[in-house]
């Protein structure tokens, strides 16, 4: 098993959930975080006025709004997870985002007490 974690843009945040739906991977976790790549902030990104003096110190914002998603998949889904979240969410354009794979052990369902694949289905 793998769990995949993708830092996208809010506003792509519905459609990414209708893809992986239809896909078959509808179960997720989602956080509104904060945060820059090397660019150190887009002010595009956000929706309220910022302050002129502000874009003076620094050059740009801090941090951006972004979405950070989870979701945990069998191996042989990666790709597929991947390539959807890559299509739904690229616009060629800086801040795009980002996505990790990382290896996951074990899981367990709380309620039934199952281990590892079915856990997770």
Known sequence: MKEIMAIIR???????????????????????VLGRGKQKGLAGEVSFEVHPELMKQGGGMKFVPKRFISLVVEDEDVPLVVAAIIKVNRTGEIGDGRIFVCP????????????SSEAIS
């Open 104 to 115: 996951v052990d074990d899981a367990a369902r709380i309620r039934t007490q199952e281990r």
């Open 10 to 32: 809010p506003k792509q945040m519905t459609r990414t959930k209708e893809v992986l739906a239809a896909l078959g991977f509808p179960a997720l976790t989602a956080w509104r």
